[in-house]
């Protein structure tokens, strides 16, 4: 685990609906290690103080339930991700990915209803 201190550069939507933050530090000791993170899926905790040693042990012990996955994202995510590039190729006719999104999950789950 990383601990630094840093600022909040910009924030920022995106397209699919997530939120981007850029954030600043001074702290090169662990510029390797944040190198070594870039595109993984990462649990961050902010705080405008120090953080606190029980706060540093509840981030330690949080699990979200992705660690064990080979990719570190979720299935779910991992589908959206998907959607999003078949979207982008050829957006069915969906001027936003949300309602590309929502109207192939509803095809996923209407197929799967069919089955029972």
């Known amino acids: 685990m990383i601990i630094l201190d840093a600022q909040v550069e910009a924030i920022a939507t995106r ?3 997530t939120v981007k933050v850029t954030l600043g530090t001074q702290e090169m000791r662990d510029v390797g290690e944040l190198f070594q993170l870039q595109n ?3 649990s961050v905790g902010i705080s405008t103080g120090q953080l606190t040693d029980d706060e540093i042990e509840l981030l330690r012990e949080s699990k979200f339930g992705i660690d064990q996955m080979p990719t570190g994202k979720s299935p ?3 589908l959206r991700g998907v959607l999003w590039h078949i979207w982008t190729n050829d957006n069915g006719g ?3 990915f949300e ?3 929502n109207h192939k999950i509803e095809t996923i789950i209407s197929h799967f209803k ?3």
Request: glycine share 0%; hydrophobic share 30%.
């Open 94 to 96: 969906f001027d936003q």
């Open 114 to 116: 069919n089955q029972l």
């Open 99 to 101: 309602n590309f999104y």
């Open 15 to 17: 397209k699919d609906k």
């Open 40 to 42: 993984q899926l990462v």
């Open 76 to 78: 779910s995510q991992r």
